[in-house]
């Protein structure tokens, strides 16, 4: 199997090249649409077979009946949960990253990998406004930043409390604040930590704010939180939290501040809404989704802690076989977050913001904004729809009046059939709404008007 001796495999690279340049070529790429397990079992079949198949067969079969059964999040008209939209060089690299068969959690075995990854960490933590000595790691998803950075502030918490003399039975950091909009993946991380979850009522803007945290804190016991999660930019609204005022209670008590802004926080890079994220340069850390609004490809989190080495302490894994990396005193990315095997996931994004410059991701950014303040005014202009929530950032979310669940439901099943469009319904405080995320350059005002259109 290994090896590129064999005629076959001349072809078959052939073929999986120009596939690929294919691919990236079309536009627009194909909406395409799900089938069903029976559909697919009609159409590819049982595909693992003692003797294979063959790599052109099996990429025939990928072509025609496999790939049309996934949807295209790099769309225009894809709009639902948070698209991914990544430029065709950072897709091309991608497949270079594979072929080079690069280890990068060590700067041992990827210095060269591990050197780019940091040049486009420093990128985001100089929008964001931490210090130059801050640093971090490139993890899998949003849900890996997350619970690294609370696996972080909690081994931090937990040192200090010792320090103290409060290292007692019950005495141990164990809560985290947040609010109910906090992505679904704190919730998560908190049950994998057995730790609890406290929420935080918003402000009349949907906010969390300083002043209904040090409510929050004080009614169960500062010295019982680790950590508190705000969030710049949420999944459901894009909502941004008020950073500064969360930020100075967490120095009042001395809690570990969290920012996730796994969707949210690529907006730092354009320059018409950066005001809005005042106090982020406070985090003690702060995560980032690339494949999300910084278009690169799955799967891309940029995680950033304010002072590297607590983290370090936090996640470093110690082994006999391991001690030529953890007594070395180079950057070792797996020194940061939870995992020790990782890909150098973070090189797409970085080849892409070497290729076309940070000026260009800021215009491109910069663009969606356009198209989201587009779509808001043309929902207000029809008398049939309503906006809930002026937008923060880049999602707008609406309703369609007089219309029922199953109503926003057939509606979202008729455009995906036709593969006209993909939005899908969504809720907030018991009602069906439906919301547009807008974050690929590609998608027009002509898009957004052509789906309005198809509620009237």
């Not at 072509?63 to 990544?86: G, K, N, Q, V």
């Not at 594979?98 to 959690?105: C, E, N, P, V």
């Not at 180079?330 to 970085?350: C, I, K, Q, S």
């Not at 260009?360 to 005014?377: D, G, H, K, N, P």
């Amino acid at each position: 199997m290994h090896g590129f001796s064999d005629e076959s495999l001349h072809a078959l690279g052939k073929a999986i090249l120009s596939y690929s340049e294919d691919r990236l070529k079309l536009d627009p790429v194909p909406l395409d649409r799900p089938r069903s397990e029976e559909e697919l079992d009609r159409a590819a079949g049982q595909t693992i077979t003692p003797d294979g198949m063959g790599g052109l067969a099996a990429l025939k079969l990928f072509e025609e009946d496999l790939a049309p059964a996934c949807i295209s999040t790099d769309h225009p008209r894809y709009l639902s949960f948070i698209p991914c939209a990544p430029t065709e060089a950072a897709a091309m690299f991608d497949m270079v990253v594979g072929a080079s068969s690069i280890y990068g959690g060590s700067w041992l075995e990827g210095a060269g990998a591990v050197y780019a990854e940091n040049q486009a960490l420093r990128w985001i933590a100089d929008l964001a406004g931490l210090p130059a000595t801050s640093g971090g790691v490139f993890v899998p998803g949003g849900t890996v930043g997350n619970l690294s950075a609370l696996v972080s502030a909690r081994e931090t918490a937990r040192a200090r409390a010792a320090q103290e003399g409060r290292a007692g039975a019950g005495a141990r950091p164990w809560r985290v604040a947040a609010t109910k909009a906090a992505h679904s993946s704190i919730d998560s991380a908190c049950q994998v930590m057995d730790a609890e979850m406290v929420g935080v009522e918003v402000d009349e803007k949907w906010r969390l704010t300083g002043d209904r945290l040090r409510e929050v804190l004080l009614e169960h016991g500062p010295e019982t939180f680790f950590a508190v999660v705000a969030t710049s930019g949420t999944t459901n609204f894009g909502i941004i939290d008020d950073l500064a005022s969360v930020a100075a209670v967490c120095r009042e008590f001395g809690i570990w501040f969290h920012v996730d802004g796994a969707y949210g926080g690529a907006g730092l890079a354009a320059p018409s809404i950066r005001h809005r994220y005042q106090g982020i340069e406070l985090a003690d850390s702060f995560i980032v989704d690339p494949h999300k609004w910084l278009f690169a490809p799955f799967d891309c989190c940029a995680l950033l802690y304010r002072e590297p080495a607590l983290a370090r302490a936090a996640h470093t894994q110690k082994a006999s076989y391991l001690d030529v990396l953890t007594e070395a005193p180079e950057w070792n990315p797996t020194d940061y977050a939870v995992g020790l095997t990782r890909r150098a996931r973070g090189l797409p994004f970085w080849f892409s913001l070497a290729t076309h410059g940070t000026r260009a991701y800021s215009e491109a950014v910069e663009r969606t904004l356009e198209v989201t303040r587009f779509a808001e005014a043309e929902i207000r202009r029809r008398d049939y729809l309503e906006v809930v929530r002026e937008p923060d950032l880049s999602v707008v979310v609406f309703r369609r009046l007089g219309w029922t669940p199953q109503q926003y439901q057939e509606w979202s099943d008729r455009l995906l059939a036709e593969e006209f469009a993909f939005v899908v319904p969504t809720s907030h405080d018991g009602e069906t709404l439906t919301r547009f995320a807008i974050v690929n350059p590609k998608t027009s005002e002509d898009d957004i008007t052509a789906i309005l259109d198809t509620m009237a």
